[in-house]
Every structure is written in structure tokens, then in C-alpha cells.
């Protein structure tokens, strides 16, 4: 039997693939409400923990390890380690776009840089930008870094189960 235009299925539609890269030094609830927000836009996001280039590598694994706790139960949740160029990454898990978050204006000029430089390497390469939302759009890595380093409780900053462990010092961008 033909199917109705209202009920055919797209069966060859590709699936819809975001990666949000980045180092989450440590993954906070910040980062978790673009992954769930993103949720809503794509069939997939792959989460890339990388770190900076002449930053050591060693606790990058354990930083993925806990953020894939975080979405054990949401299937379409990836969590990888690559320290590759963003636009390398995009093209070996299929995704063509780029997710990410944008706080301020400061990070806007910043990611613009970043989203046209990331079309041109990754050939049509789209980046979605989500506005944090207003009581997320102070919190960065560096904060929850920084007030750990006084010995305080940071648990309101962290997705559960917690990503705290995973923390590093050796980490020091300023984002
Ligand atoms: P990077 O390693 O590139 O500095 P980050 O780990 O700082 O990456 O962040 C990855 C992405 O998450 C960036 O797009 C950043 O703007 C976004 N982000 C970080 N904190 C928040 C937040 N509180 N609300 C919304 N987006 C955020």
C-alpha cells in the first residue's frame, strides 16, 4: 500500500549529528544544559573532551569517563576523547554541525572567529549557537576551578553523577 505524504517516513534522511568539542575542565551543569538543549535540535551529540595542545593529554579519559556517567541513560549522548583539530573530529563521527554555548559577548566574537574559521576547514561545516541560559550565563570551568581550589563545595556547579573528580589544575584557560 502507498503511504499518505502525511504519514511516509524519511527512511534516507542522514541523522543529524552535532559535536560540541571542548576541554570541560570540569563538564558543569552549564555545558550539560547545551548538550540537553541540543537534544531537542539533533538526533546525536557527540561530546569531544580534548585539551589544549601543549597542555598534558593524561586526564582527559578520566574527564570523558564522567561526563558518560552523567548521560548513561540517554543513548543519544556521545562521549569521545580526540585531541584533533574540531574540524577532523566533525568529519570522523559525521556530524555537520558544531554545537556550542555562548555566555556573553566576549565568547560571541569568539565563537564567530571560530565558526567561520571551522566552515572553511570542515567544508560547509555549520556551528549552532545557544544563548546560556540567564542563571548559567556566569558559570565557566575557570569559576568552579577556582572556587575548588579554596577547598569549597562545588556540587551546584556539576551535572550528577559528579564531574568534580575529573577536575585538573593543569588546566588554566581563562574561558
Ligand atoms: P573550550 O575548551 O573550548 O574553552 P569549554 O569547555 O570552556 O570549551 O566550553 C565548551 C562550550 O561550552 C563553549 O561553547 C562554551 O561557550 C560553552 N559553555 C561553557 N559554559 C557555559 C555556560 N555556563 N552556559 C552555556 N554555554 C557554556
Redesign the pocket.
Known amino acids: 500500500m502507498q503511504k499518505s505524504p502525511e504519514t511516509a517516513q524519511p527512511t534516507d534522511t542522514p541523522k543529524r549529528i552535532a559535536l560540541?568539542?571542548?576541554?570541560?575542565?570540569p563538564?558543569?551543569?552549564?555545558?550539560a544544559?547545551?548538550v540537553e538543549r541540543g537534544l531537542e535540535l539533533f538526533d546525536e551529540v557527540v561530546v569531544a573532551v580534548?585539551q589544549?595542545p601543549d597542555k598534558p593529554h593524561t586526564d582527559a579519559r578520566e574527564r570523558a569517563d564522567a561526563i558518560a556517567a552523567v548521560y548513561s541513560g540517554e543513548p543519544r549522548v556521545r562521549v569521545i576523547v580526540s585531541h584533533r583539530l574540531t574540524a577532523d573530529i566533525a568529519r570522523e563521527v559525521g556530524a555537520r554541525f558544531l554545537?556550542?554555548?555562548?555566555?556573553s559577548v566576549r565568547?560571541f566574537e569568539y565563537?564567530r572567529d571560530m565558526a567561520d574559521v571551522n566552515r572553511e576547514l570542515g567544508e560547509g561545516l555549520e556551528t549552532v549557537?545557544?544563548?546560556?541560559?540567564p542563571h548559567?550565563?556566569?558559570?565557566?570551568?575557570?569559576v568552579v576551578r577556582d572556587i575548588a581550589s579554596y577547598g569549597k563545595d562545588v556540587s551546584r556547579y556539576l551535572p550528577r553523577p559528579s564531574t568534580g573528580q575529573s577536575m585538573s589544575s593543569k588546566d588554566n584557560?581563562t574561558?
Not at 20 to 25: D, I, L, Q, R
Not at 99 to 103: C, I
Open positions: 560540541m568539542a571542548g576541554s570541560f575542565n563538564f558543569t551543569i552549564g555545558h544544559s547545551i580534548g589544549h554545537l556550542r554555548g555562548v555566555r565568547d565563537e549557537l545557544l544563548t546560556a541560559l548559567l550565563s556566569a558559570l565557566s570551568s575557570t584557560n574561558k
